[in-house]
Each structure stands twice: as C-alpha cells, then as structure tokens.
C-alpha cells in the first residue's frame, strides 16, 4: 500500500508542477531524469558500500525507479529537440532505436526491483551495473556531454 502512496504523491508533484504553466516537453523529460537519477544514485550508494543498506529504502527506490522509467518517452515528441536539452537531434532522426534502448532500459530497471524486493543485495550490484550500461547506451548515442 506505502509504495502506491509514494507512486501516488510522485505523480500528483509531476502533475502540479506542470498545472500552472504551458507544457514544456524539455522540462518534464528533466524531471523525470532527476527522480530517475536520485533513486538510482540511493541504490548504487548502497551497492558500493558507500551508504549502508537498508532494505526498504532499497526497495522503495526501486520501486519509484521502475514506475518512473516508463515515463521519458512522452518527453520527446517531435519538435522538442530545440531549446535548453542534452538531448541530440539524433534521436528524432532514429526514434525507433532511441525507443528500443528506453525499452531496454526499462526491462533491465524491472528486473532490478524483483531482485530488490527479494533483498539480495550481491544480485542487486549486479543488476545495477546492468541498468547502469542500459542508460549509458543511450547517452552515448543521445545525449551531448
């Protein structure tokens, strides 16, 4: 039920933030990134030992991760490559690839709240790294340094 209600407030701040002002597909795609990035920076923290663990926070993270992962692609119609964006003009010239390695991304971020909700955390390491090099895939290719 926690998890639902966190899933629940994450949007309804997603949501609100966006109420008052014209849709600004760069600014949502940026905040979808931040959260994506905070948890996944808790997790990898406690993976290299650099923050204890702590197995609720672990899962909590992950859970949001995953939720949140699924929401990128609607920050990238078409038109939206201009502007204050990393983003490269590549990806509305190759959607169909950039959507794949999001789908990938998405996949490898699934399997890591499986294993967090299992609570091995030598598993965990593992798959992170894997999430890690799904994201760093798409940066490579998508997003200027």
């Known amino acids: 039920m926690r998890k639902f209600q966190v899933l629940f407030l994450l949007v309804s701040i997603l949501s609100s ?3 008052f002002s014209k849709p600004d597909p760069i600014k949502y795609r940026k905040s979808v990134y931040q959260i994506m990035g905070w948890h996944f920076g808790i997790m990898a923290a406690m993976a290299k030992g650099k923050k204890g663990y702590d197995r609720d926070v672990f899962m909590r993270s992950a859970a949001i991760l995953r939720f949140v992962s699924n929401l990128p692609l609607e920050g990238f119609p078409v038109g939206s490559e201009k502007g204050n964006t990393k983003a490269k003009p590549e990806i509305w010239l190759d959607m169909k690839d950039f959507e794949e390695k999001m789908l990938q991304m998405q996949q490898e971020v699934s399997v ?3 294993i967090a909700n299992i609570g091995d955390l030598r598993k965990a ?3 992170i790294g894997k999430v890690g090099r799904s994201c760093k895939s798409c940066h490579d290719k998508y997003k200027t340094k």
């Open 17 to 19: 933030s966006f109420a």
């Open 112 to 114: 890591l709240e499986e």
């Open 125 to 127: 390491k593992k798959q």
